[in-house]
Structures are given as C-alpha cells and as structure tokens.
C-alpha cells in the first residue's frame, strides 16, 4: 500500500474536496500522466485542499480514452455532483487541464483520464 498526496480544488460551482469529504464524489478523474500511471486498487489518496486533509483507500482505477468516455463511464454523479450536463462537466475539466494535454497523453499512453474510485 502506498500513501500519495493530491492537491484538490473546492470551487463554488463543483466543491470538489467537499464533495470527496463527505463521499458524495466516488471517482476522482485525474489525466493520465506518468505521475498517477503507478495509482493502484489499496493506495491511500491524501486529497489536500488548503491545510485539510482527507484519505480515502483507492477501490479500482480504470483508464479511459477521452474524458467524455470517462464521464459516461463513471457518470456524472459520482465524479462531479451537482453537475447536470457533460458540456459544464468538460467545461469544470478544461479548467484543470486542457484538451490539447489530454490529446498528447492519448497519443503517448493510449488514454487521456484516469478514474480513481475511492
């Protein structure tokens, strides 16, 4: 079991870490750069947001093309809560990473997101 540190955002129109806090969120999608490739089912996510901190244990992670595909995969309710449609939901994502990133990952590695269910 390995034990990493993400940092987390809390905007006000998606509280990401508020929602990873009191388990509304289950999937954290992540790009999938060499940094998270080691991610694995029995790691302990140290979400940081600030000075707070929460763990949750890594259930099963599942690669994903594109980040459209993750979020029909993973749905809407558990990797961003209180999002009703997938143009907000891209929009949230384009915010921490661009699509032309997650078209250099898919072309390196084969796959564009992560998702981690915790």
């Known amino acids: 079991m390995t034990t ?20 509304t969120k289950t999937v954290e999608g992540r790009p ?3 940094k998270y490739h080691a991610v694995k089912a029995g790691d302990v996510i140290a979400f940081r947001h600030g000075s707070s901190v929460y763990r949750a244990k890594v259930k099963s992670v599942k690669r994903y093309q594109t980040l459209q595909g993750y979020l029909r ?16 939901a891209v929009k949230i994502y384009n915010k ?21 269910r915790v």
């Open 4 to 23: 990493r540190t993400f940092s987390t955002s809390n905007p006000p129109e998606c509280p990401v870490f508020t929602h990873l806090r009191n388990g």
């Open 32 to 34: 999938y750069s060499k």
């Open 73 to 88: 995969g993973e749905s809407l309710r558990k990797t961003l809560p209180g999002v009703h449609s997938t143009q907000q």
């Open 96 to 116: 921490w990473s661009s699509l032309a990133q997650r078209n250099r990952l898919k072309n390196k590695f084969g796959y564009s997101m992560l998702a981690i």
